[in-house]
């Protein structure tokens, strides 16, 4: 299974970015989707997780400024931030989390995404 993640870059507080990520295709079934964010010198957190059925979660810190999407067909997540803070600079991890036809839990990532918010 391979991740592929677009998006990110620079902005200015309060500006807008849109991440996204695609999962190649696997005879493992697709769960949960969602994205994580490193910043330097801090352990990576959980930012914006969406099952298969479309339940969404969200650290509170992006509660309202973030929407996290997803299209089951295409095996693609999606992150919309608004209103982005510089605390907001890390580099983004996509995450996927697929079940063997054995019921084990599979773990992937993506190549993570730099995205910089200018005070």
């Known amino acids: 299974v391979q991740l592929q993640a677009s998006g990110g870059g620079l902005v200015q507080t309060g500006g807008s970015l849109k991440l996204s990520c695609t999962a190649s295709?696997?005879?493992?079934?697709?769960?949960?989707m969602g994205w994580y964010r490193q910043a330097p010198g801090k352990q990576r957190e959980l930012v914006a997780s969406i099952t298969s059925g479309g339940t969404t979660d969200y650290t509170d810190s992006v509660k309202g400024r973030f929407t996290i999407s997803r299209d089951n067909a295409k095996n693609t997540v999606s992150l919309h931030m608004n209103s982005l803070r510089p605390e907001d600079t890390a580099v983004y991890y996509c995450?996927?989390?697929?079940?063997?036809?054995?019921?084990?839990?599979?773990?992937?990532w993506g190549q993570g995404t730099q995205v910089t918010v200018s005070s």
């Open positions: 295709e696997s005879r493992f079934s697709l769960n949960a």
């Open positions: 995450n996927a989390k697929f079940r063997t036809p054995w019921g084990a839990p599979r773990d992937y």
